[in-house]
């Protein structure tokens, strides 16, 4: 069950195909997202804390989108209310198939419930934490606002939504200066100009990110009624929509 280097891209590409998340990807996944993501281990840290203190005694905690069930284990370790069950959620067989291999091997005390399923039409209840790190950018832009209005509406009063995402700006010279700083951030960790160059080419229209003002205009047309950033580095950003 070790992980392998990312070196997906490493090879120049007579054509760059659509990036999916199939078991090449979930092979290289942790080492992918850490080298890719700035402040991607501070913000899994974290959600566990939030689950601690948002997560209430017989609700359920949804992690949609769990790719190998980081966000997962982050609350499993750190929620302390009683009878309370996370909810695991991906659409990729491959990463649920991994994800289930990394949750037998961990003793955290909280059930989860592993779920292959599209999170746009899995039943969401009960809930008092909801997880979306790094998912809603995959999500088809007609199908944003009617996935936030359910979450909402399976939430708890007092719950919480904790919604993370690449994120783009409408001041171009900042998007060019945060964008540099993002390829900056990958060169130190070890990738290529190519390897930059193809994956960005493979996530053209797989990845849509959005701005934090449309970010925040859909939270709050949902019915959330405190939205804002509680983590960000460079074009990377976490919100907190409160019920």
Do not use: W
């Given at each position: 069950m070790s992980d392998r280097p990312d070196t997906l891209y490493a090879d120049p590409l007579a054509q760059v195909g659509r990036f999916a998340f199939d078991k090449t990807v979930v092979a290289v996944f942790p080492d992918m997202i850490k080298r890719s993501v700035p402040g991607y281990a501070t913000i899994i840290q974290?959600?566990?804390?939030?689950?601690?203190?948002?997560?209430?005694?017989?609700?359920?905690?949804?992690?949609?989108?769990?790719?190998?069930?980081?966000?997962?284990?982050?609350?499993?370790?750190?929620?302390?209310?009683?009878?309370?069950?996370?909810?695991?959620?991906?659409?990729?067989?491959?990463?649920?198939?991994?994800?289930?291999?990394?949750?037998?091997?961990?003793?955290?005390?909280?059930?989860?419930?592993?779920?292959?399923?599209?999170?746009?039409?899995?039943?969401?209840?009960?809930a008092s934490v909801i997880v979306l790190n790094f998912t809603l950018q995959f999500v088809a832009l007609a199908k944003r606002d009617a996935l936030l209005?359910?979450?909402?509406?399976?939430?708890?009063?007092?719950?919480?939504?904790?919604?993370?995402?690449?994120?783009?700006?409408?001041?171009?010279?900042?998007?060019?200066?945060?964008?540099?700083l993002h390829h900056n951030f990958k060169r130190a960790n070890g990738y290529s100009d190519l390897e930059i160059a193809q994956k960005r080419s493979a996530l053209e229209q797989v990845l849509v990110p959005e701005t934090l003002n449309r970010h925040r205009e859909r939270l709050r047309a949902a019915g959330f009624s405190s939205v804002d950033v509680w983590f960000q580095c460079f074009n990377f950003a976490s919100m907190i929509a409160i019920k």
């Open positions: 974290l959600i566990g804390d939030l689950a601690e203190r948002y997560a209430q005694s017989g609700s359920r905690c949804y992690d949609l989108g769990c790719s190998l069930g980081a966000a997962t284990l982050a609350m499993r370790h750190r929620i302390h209310s009683a009878d309370c069950q996370i909810v695991a959620v991906d659409n990729s067989a491959a990463m649920i198939e991994r994800c289930k291999q990394v949750l037998d091997a961990d003793s955290g005390p909280v059930p989860v419930e592993l779920r292959c399923d599209d999170i746009c039409s899995t039943e969401i209840a009960d209005k359910r979450l909402y509406d399976a939430l708890r009063p007092g719950g919480i939504l904790i919604l993370s995402e690449k994120v783009a700006f409408d001041d171009e010279p900042h998007q060019q200066l945060m964008t540099e």
